[in-house]
């Protein structure tokens, strides 16, 4: 009889594991970091041989490298070498990542050479509206919103340790329609890490070791952003 019993329940067990799927928790974390541009696609020009999508993925592999050995945050590329990835496919990739977290890396241009330092951007969403009486666009506008919140929490927290590096050099968050993060239900910000119109920026951006520190801010960024309760 209790051996009986002892399988109803084992039973019961298997049933409850297979028909709920695991918790973010339970199947670790995944950020998705998106090295802009490559291959063809250059992006701004930092010096005759460096180039935007040199320092971008230079940055994005030291992520990958600072958490592996974190065993609840699993960290994946758009992009590993240099190859032209188009938008559409860096969006397919994340959403076949299953990502909680989605860091697009850039560095900014223009705005004359006295412009420095870096910025933070997120995409804004439609507030919930009580008088909506469709139960399924109330349910979009809540999941919205709460990406929203977790985007903002990110690039709060994004901000504040890209400013230990970069110190009195914060340009704030900026809520714009960047084309990237549209349509996204995974909470995602977009990095401009610094612009090379900026002579000491330019020399900054090319340091290993600036790299190194940006990419251990990002990887901070992620283990904070996790423990503080955001969710996707």
Known sequence: MITVLKSIIWGVIVLVWLTF???AAARGHVLVIDPAHGGKDTGVKLSR?????DVTLAVATLVKKALSNVDDIKVRLTRSDDRDVSLAQRKKILEGSDAD?????????GFGQKAEGYEVYYLGATIPSAQNDNSGEILKDMEQTERLNNSVLLAQIVHKEIGIVFPRQ????RDAPVLLLQSLTTPAILLEVGFSTDIEGRKKLKDTEIQKSVADALAKSAKKYFSTGGTS
């Open 21 to 23: 799927p695991l918790s």
């Open 49 to 53: 041989t460096v180039y935007e999508k």
């Open 101 to 109: 977290l989605f860091v697009s890396l850039h560095v900014n241009a």
């Open 170 to 173: 914060g340009r704030g968050l």
